[in-house]
């Protein structure tokens, strides 16, 4: 069978992307297949999503080329304090502090807009020599033939490659045809997501507070007077506070977000995400592989979602290249199943790990409100403690990938 | 030559292939090894013939003999690489197997039953021979490198991996890989026949090629997955030779 690319990704998202410049640079040939058309996305304005990005995150954005693109484009996250609270009531007695100076690596991570990552991924994607770019196309049909995959595209194009990967999120199609089975847990909450300005400067620091209703995350933005919300509420509440008008929404918000960084205001589009977690029963099946969301999709406590994705991005191309260059069969279910190992102890581990931490601090029992912000004092009277949170969260613990290490393959 | 198949036994020898080739079948130890035997070969050859592993087909033009080929384990990625390759075996039932994985898979390889002394009186000869966990089992390891070393064109590079002989290698290739594990079946290794390697590297110099490189393969149970180590070589090791 003549193959049109050695692996055919479904899904221009983020993981995409990073995964089809992480394999073309490694000498394979790769079909990105995005269900949107590219121009309108590469010319977004500003409406506040934004991720948190890992060290290693980072890390592997310089190894595939695409960070120099978003130099002057990012902010720092210089300090994170995370602590109990319940709106109106102001901060617990304990803080979490996490400080930049006591990780040798330096920042703890970096923020990052979605139109400027997604603007750099399109720039790489487009001078990649062995990347093809497919854009405001939808796979219909896919099969995996004996020697190879092969899916139908719904302009009636066929493709045939090697190897079919799906990065097309939580409700992954890839997986479905395959007839991959997922498990999921509802949280019953909702994520808020919005940008606000601030009067006064940020100065790098991002905010984690966890309140009985979920956590509110406050993250900075380049500039020092724009931040990104995450703020979980059950449900109905979630509901009832989307529907205000901004007015309304500000209202809301500004007990929670409390007025350390002066007088508040909205600055960006207000989106939802109802929170859940779902692990599909396999990442791989001969010649198919899932990366990120469609593997494991994750509650967005501390942002993890996308940096779990990029590790997925960094073990699956190591395991194909490598591969490749040894002349084995790139689809065979050995082969794959060395990605699988590899990251299913890790996700599923952070998947449940974030799912208990989240479940202990949206909780407005008394004791254990005590007790957890007993616990957060001592985790930050223990530097050693928490250097292992921070660097956890940093990405930069468990067998790392090469491309999250910095290093080519 | 190529054997020529009988359509009725197809079938059989589809379901042999499909035991050869299954990662937890009866050649589990094999799939698990194979990576690292390939890390090996793969890089050994990129540096005598200074290809680029990056590049699509970077063994294009080069005749690699794979002696011992069993189901094709190392002559398909050969072959995927760009060689051409000829994979030989004197158990005449491996073969037919071989070739219908092969075709299954896209690719062309020309198998053969036969043995290396057999091969060498032929004339034919090879810039690579693959001679991997067989120097081992013969009754003459001196005839039967000499006979390797006839295969090979002059400045032709030969990659031989084998079994050390000293108690850690009876506790782990005798007692634990038959007897504990049964990954493979009793007596498949007399461990009286294993080779150290400075033994090895004595009968390639007298077979009149030079050694020039030896690394160890190791399994680590922890990650299931075996690796190359310049310094461990009580078990398995691989060693490589050019043709003066």
């Keep these: 069978m003549e193959h049109d690319a050695d692996i055919l990704i479904v899904g221009g998202g983020l993981n995409g992307p990073a995964l089809g410049l992480a394999l073309a640079q490694g000498g394979l040939r790769v079909a990105v297949i995005d269900a949107r058309p590219a121009p309108q996305r590469a010319e977004a304005g500003f409406d506040g999503r934004a991720y948190a990005l890992a060290i290693a995150s980072k890390r592997l954005l310089a190894a595939i080329g695409v960070w120099g693109a978003l130099d002057g484009k990012v902010q720092p996250i210089l300090k994170i304090k995370a602590s109990d609270g319940r709106p109106g009531q102001g901060p617990a007695p304990f803080f979490l502090t996490f400080d930049a100076g006591e990780l040798e690596e330096g920042p703890m991570g970096y923020m990052v807009e979605d139109r400027h990552l997604y603007a750099a991924f399109l720039e790489a994607m487009r001078s990649a020599p062995g990347l093809e770019l497919i854009s405001g196309e939808t796979v219909v049909a896919q099969d995996g033939a004996p020697q190879g995959v092969t899916v139908t595209l719904a302009s009636g194009r066929v493709l045939r490659g090697r190897v079919l990967v799906g990065c097309d999120g939580r409700a992954s199609g890839v997986a479905e045809r395959a007839g991959i089975k997922r498990q999921g847990w509802g949280y019953g909450q909702t994520a808020l997501v919005t940008a606000v300005r601030h009067e006064r400067n940020h100065e790098g620091t991002a905010h984690q507070y966890f309140m009985p209703s979920g956590p509110l995350a406050i993250l900075p933005l380049p500039g020092g007077h724009h931040s990104s919300i995450v703020w979980s509420e059950a449900d109905a509440a979630a509901a009832a506070i989307q529907a205000l008008d901004d007015a309304g929404y500000l209202e809301a918000l500004r007990p929670r977000f409390g007025d350390f960084l002066g007088e508040i205001s909205l600055a960006g589009a207000r989106f939802t995400y109802p929170l859940n977690l779902t692990l599909a029963e396999a990442f791989v099946r001969p010649g198919l592989a899932l990366v990120g969301d469609a593997a494991h999709g994750v509650h967005p406590i501390a942002g993890q979602g996308l940096n779990l994705g990029f590790r997925d991005v960094g073990a699956l191309a190591e395991v194909l290249i490598l591969a490749a260059r040894r002349g084995e069969e790139i689809g065979a279910l050995d082969v794959l199943q060395r990605y699988e190992r590899w990251r299913r102890f890790d996700s599923t581990a952070l998947a449940l790990g974030m799912d208990s931490v989240n479940r202990l601090f949206s909780n407005d029992n008394p004791i254990l409100r005590a007790g957890r912000d007993l616990g957060l004092g001592i985790v930050n009277a223990l530097p050693g403690l928490r250097r292992g949170f921070m660097r956890q969260a940093a990405g930069l613990q468990g067998e790392l990938p090469k491309l999250l290490a910095g290093q080519a393959i | ?244």
Aim: charged residues 20%; hydrophobic residues 45%.
């Design chain 2, 1 to 244: 030559m190529t054997t020529t198949i009988d359509p009725t036994e197809v079938a059989k020898f589809e379901a042999m292939a499909a035991e050869w080739w299954d990662p937890n079948g009866k050649f589990k130890p094999l799939h698990l090894m194979n990576p690292c035997r390939l890390d090996y070969i793969t890089m050994q050859i990129a540096a005598e013939y200074d290809r680029n592993l990056v590049a699509p087909h970077p063994f294009e033009g080069l005749r690699i003999l794979d002696i011992g080929c069993g189901g094709g384990l190392l002559s398909e990625p050969m072959a995927r690489l760009g060689a051409d390759v000829v994979g030989a075996d004197a158990a005449a039932r491996n073969i037919p197997v071989a070739q219908v994985h092969a075709e299954q898979s896209g690719l062309k390889i020309d198998y053969r039953v036969t043995t290396a002394e057999d091969l060498a009186a032929t004339g034919a000869q090879f810039d690579v021979v693959l001679n991997m966990e067989v120097v081992e089992h013969v009754a003459d390891p001196l005839a039967y490198l000499t006979a390797c070393r006839q295969l090979l064109k002059p400045g032709g590079l030969m990659i031989c991996s084998t079994l050390n002989r000293n108690p850690k290698s009876f506790m782990m290739a005798i007692v634990g890989a038959e007897w504990v594990m049964r990954w493979l079946p009793k007596g498949t290794h007399d461990w009286a026949k294993f080779i150290t390697p400075e033994e090895l590297y004595d009968l390639i110099r007298r077979a009149g090629l030079d050694p020039v490189d030896k690394q160890g393969m190791v399994f680590n149970p922890v990650s299931w997955r075996w690796s190359l180590s310049d310094r461990d070589l009580s078990v398995n090791y691989v060693t490589a030779s050019v043709k003066r």
